[in-house]
């Protein structure tokens, strides 16, 4: 699996902002510090960013664009993510969202008693139901 960590963000442009700084404390201004102190490697992690080589600058920027990692395994079927509970449906509106004893209360997506496999069809109920209740509010959702 390769995660960029810094989408349409250029490593250039974080460092030419903190110059002054270590590595790590230039890259904690975009990524949560604590997230950058067990990424980074510690020596690395404290090098100025004035000091750092080209082919350090390249090596962290590859880095950022295209960690890699892989995963150990998984917890099976058993641990699968699932969601339970939330405004029961039999309160609301089919058609609307809207619940049926608060008028102009509306609510949508996984707030619901709604489950589902997964596979993204938690989105598409989190869509669904917020284009009803967008229809039902404004009378047009798009």
């Known amino acids: 699996m390769t995660i960029d960590l810094l989408p349409h963000v250029p490593l ?79 309160e609301l509106s089919s058609k609307t969202m809207e619940a049926r004893n608060v008028r102009g209360l509306f609510f949508i997506g996984e707030v619901m008693d709604v489950t589902g496999w997964l596979g993204g069809y938690n989105f598409q109920w989190a869509w669904s139901s917020a284009w009803a209740a967008a229809e039902a509010v404004t009378g047009s959702a798009r």
Do not use: Y
């Open 12 to 90: 250039d442009r974080v460092l030419a902002a903190n110059p002054e700084r270590s590595l790590g404390n230039a890259l904690a201004t975009v990524l949560p510090k604590r997230f950058v102190e067990w990424w980074m490697e510690e020596k690395l992690s404290s090098v100025p960013v004035r000091s750092l080589s080209r082919k350090q600058c390249e090596d962290v920027e590859r880095m950022l664009h295209g960690w890699a990692i892989m995963p150990s395994g998984t917890e099976g079927f058993a641990k699968a993510e699932v969601t339970v509970g939330g405004v029961d449906t039999r």
